[in-house]
């Protein structure tokens, strides 16, 4: 019996099996209202029929200026909420739960943006150069996010996942390569940390949802976080009722000099499980031994899926046919097996 078919309780949600749809910006639309397409329904709901236990909704603004693009989807407004609650109806019509990553893209955000903010005035690697967030704003920033997450509550999701990872804005707040505030919320680990204790704390007050959170735990820099410090920032986090780490890693300096194999992330997962945290691996996984393996060896608790999705929305059926486990994924067998008696 595989690890990878066997269900999984984290927080309040039970885990059908151990492959989640990992967040993919799909870049589907073509207005700035930042609305779900039909395109984007059947896309999520082809990867719901498809098996995978978990789908993790593409990075989404807290507000209007928040995008990695103009066309990003947003979560802050009605019509919006009310778009996602019919996903999350049809999601949940295939036993698969739905969280939607919470997002703003700070010194990465689309250049079109007239005013783009970060924590400190510094651009990243080419890109147009930010403007230094006051305090005031970091507060209000604070309730788009905190706003985001009661609409997410609202529209059904099971869990929301933090964008902590990738160089964005809270990535860019807890990493020394972005963050060289001398104020509260810049300096130390705990003040690099204060924006997002800040969400996480006003999150808990507010509303009654899982929270997961995204991390970059390696950021290709001497000068930059080591992955003892991103352990106690996923400590902190846990204090701040965190639930569950979804470990992936760079995007805080241009062209980070990496290797790329399957499984090139899985090393820090396993780092981050070791230190007592639950968490996933990402990257390159689509060899069903190896994510067998690394669930078998505590690696991780989950697995992420990105590209393999993409390519084959039926990503778990494979992994059942090969794990000889069709049992454990609800197939209509019983028909099936009807019908080729008739013939
Ligand atoms: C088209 C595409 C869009 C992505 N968009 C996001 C995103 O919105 N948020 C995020 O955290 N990661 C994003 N990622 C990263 C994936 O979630 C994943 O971590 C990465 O692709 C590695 O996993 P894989 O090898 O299984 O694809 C994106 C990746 C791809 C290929």
């Avoid at 498809?50 to 979560?75: C, M, P, Q, W, Y």
């Avoid at 009661?150 to 860019?172: M, N, P, R, T, W």
């Avoid at 965190?242 to 992936?248: A, G, L, Q």
Wanted: charged fraction near 25%.
């Amino acid at each position: 019996m595989s690890k990878l078919l066997s269900p999984i309780k984290i927080g309040r949600n039970i885990f059908k099996n151990r492959v989640v749809m990992a967040p993919m910006c799909m870049f589907y639309s073509k207005t700035e209202n930042g609305v779900l397409t039909n395109r984007h329904f059947d896309h999520y709901v082809a990867r719901a029929l498809g098996g995978v236990s978990g789908i993790i909704v593409e990075a989404t603004r807290v507000n209007e200026f928040a995008g990695i693009r103009k066309v990003d989807l947003g979560l802050y407004n009605e019509e919006q909420k009310q778009a996602f609650k019919k996903l999350v109806n049809r999601v949940h019509d295939y036993d698969c739960k739905i969280g939607i990553q919470l997002s703003h893209a700070g010194r990465k955000a689309d250049s079109s943006y007239e005013d783009i903010v970060a924590p400190s005035s510094i651009a990243f690697g080419d890109c147009k150069i930010p403007r230094k967030l006051t305090v005031d704003e970091i507060k209000s920033l604070v309730k788009d996010f905190t706003n985001s997450a009661v609409l997410a509550k609202d529209a059904g999701f099971d869990f929301i996942e933090i964008h902590g990872a990738h160089g964005y804005l809270i990535s860019q707040f807890l990493s020394p390569l972005a963050n060289k505030r001398d104020d509260e919320y810049g300096g130390s680990l705990e003040n690099r940390y204060r924006f997002l204790g800040e969400i996480l704390k006003s999150i808990k007050e507010n509303v009654d949802i899982d929270v997961h959170l995204r991390i970059s735990a390696n950021e290709y820099s001497e000068d930059g976080n080591t992955i003892e410090d991103i352990i106690k920032i996923l400590k902190f986090a846990r204090e701040d009722k965190v639930v569950f780490n979804d470990i992936s890693s760079g995007g805080l300096i241009p062209n980070p000099p990496r290797e790329i194999f399957s499984g090139y992330q899985a090393l820090l997962s396993k780092k981050i499980k070791e230190s007592g945290l639950l968490c996933s691996a990402v990257g390159l996984l689509s060899d069903f031994r190896l994510c067998e393996y690394l669930l078998q060896s505590e690696t991780c608790d989950m697995i992420y899926q990105g590209r393999a999705l993409l390519r084959n929305p039926n990503l778990v059926y494979e992994f059942a046919n090969n794990l000889n486990e069709f049992e454990k994924i609800n197939l209509p067998l019983d028909s099936y097996v009807s019908i080729k008696n008739k013939r």
